[in-house]
Structures are given as C-alpha cells and as structure tokens.
C-alpha cells in the first residue's frame, strides 16, 4: 500500500527530474538532494553542468522498486 501511495504522490513529477523537482517531490532542501546525488545514493544524468534524475532512480531511492 505504502509503495503505491509513493507512486502516486509522484504521478505529477515528469519521468526525468531536475534537482529543484527531486527535493520538491522529496521535500528536502536543495544542499541534502546534491548530497543524496553526490553519495551516490539516488542515481544521476549529468548533462552538461545540470543533473538529472530519472523518475525510477527516485523510486529505487525510495525502496519501491528494486534496482536492476
């Protein structure tokens, strides 16, 4: 249920991220998103100088899929 519930809460993000997105959807602030990206524990499209940050690495982040 609570896995569906995350999913839900995400429907209204795009299926790619920015990092103002992410710690929106995540409700952090923005110096706790590059250190969730930094760590590698969410992972990441660096393109250019801007990251990205596909929607299912959000959820693997979140434990409500499994990484593959």
Known sequence: ??????????????????????????????????KLLQTGQIRFLKIGRAYRIPKINLLEYLQVIRPE
């Open 1 to 34: 249920m609570r896995k569906n519930a995350i999913r839900f809460m995400l429907n209204e993000y795009p299926d790619v991220m920015s990092i103002d997105e992410m710690c929106r959807a995540l409700s952090i602030g923005k110096k706790t998103g590059y």
